[in-house]
């Protein structure tokens, strides 16, 4: 039978892409890294693990075992974490996962704060489209998400922490326009995020509002990224519609221009979420506290300003 040793080996050459990056973090040698994995391979009588001198692929089989050895680690550490709380003990792991907005302008800077007053627990933060998140949080891969729309699912649980506001943007020059309707924003060439982004579907909510059919859009081009979008909207591909948080760089150097939509203002809430039925460990408690008591922070700013 595989062992948990073999497939904390397993799971951190996939997650580093290398044997080397696995062992540094496992203290563990290179050979006897490799020599984990091989056992695994062995025991199981399947290749996991495609391997040539500069990549490190998944097979197959590979990619389903991954799953289900992330599973069974995320269990054991689930376990470690009740009895260290027990114990008293005030470290551990905390995993996150957020959606691009929130996981690159917004939870860099509360992870900074909470890392200074809790040093004793170990952060990792995955950033994926909102619907991703979502999967990981439905898995139980990831403690506490942080996404850009909300979600529907009995099994997870959604708190508004604050509120994102989205700008139309459009290339400089003699032909760019300051304000357009509704109708215009439908009727002009689109460079959008993918489906399952946050941003997107807040976007096409908002303009089925208006009436707007979202298949019916002229979408030129769609992008994995919010920094990809920008530079397509530079070099005058068309509009689009990005956080102000993402867009506030560009703008100010007026690499990019913002668009006014009469008649229509987008603003979505960045949503924490989490699995209601994952056991929530001393990390996961204490940085809901962290970002509560951030949260309580910015209502009182905005209601003494």
């Given at each position: ?97 957020a959606s691009t ?134 070099n005058g591909l ?68």
């Amino acid at each position: 039978m595989f062992n948990l040793r073999q497939l904390k080996a397993f799971v951190a050459v996939v997650e580093k892409k290398s044997f080397t990056k696995a062992a540094r973090i496992l203290y563990m040698t290179q050979p006897a890294i490799s020599a984990q994995i091989k056992a695994l391979e062995e025991r199981l009588e399947i290749q996991l693990l495609e391997r040539n001198d500069k990549n490190i692929m998944l097979t197959e089989a590979g990619s389903i075992f991954y799953e289900e050895a992330y599973k069974i680690i995320s269990l054991y550490d689930g376990f470690v974490d009740i009895i260290n709380d027990l114990k008293g003990i005030k470290r551990g792991k905390l995993c996150l996962a957020a959606s691009t907005i929130p996981g690159e302008y917004v939870l860099p800077k509360i992870i900074g704060g909470f890392s200074k007053i809790y040093p004793g627990i170990e952060l990792s933060l995955k950033i994926a489209d909102t619907g991703m998140v979502a999967d990981m949080l439905l898995k139980r891969t990831v403690d506490v998400g942080m996404i850009g729309a909300p979600i529907k699912d009995e099994s997870l649980h959604l708190e508004e922490f604050l509120k994102d506001e989205l700008v139309v943007i459009s290339a400089p020059g003699v032909d760019s326009v300051n304000e357009l309707t509704v109708m215009d924003l439908a009727e002009s060439d689109l460079v959008l995020r993918e489906a399952e982004s946050g941003t997107r579907m807040v976007f096409l909510k908002k303009l089925k509002e208006h009436g707007v059919d979202p298949k019916k859009l002229r979408v030129v081009m769609e992008l994995g990224s919010t920094r990809a979008i920008i530079t397509a909207v530079e070099n005058g591909l068309g509009l689009s519609m990005v956080s102000r948080l993402a867009a506030a760089d560009a703008l100010k150097l007026g690499s990019i221009r913002e668009v006014k939509i009469k008649g229509a203002t987008f603003e979505r809430p960045l949503y924490l979420a989490w699995n209601r039925n994952k056991h929530q460990s001393h990390g996961t408690k204490a940085f809901l506290r962290h970002v509560e008591l951030l949260k309580c922070e910015l209502i009182n700013r905005g209601t003494e300003s």
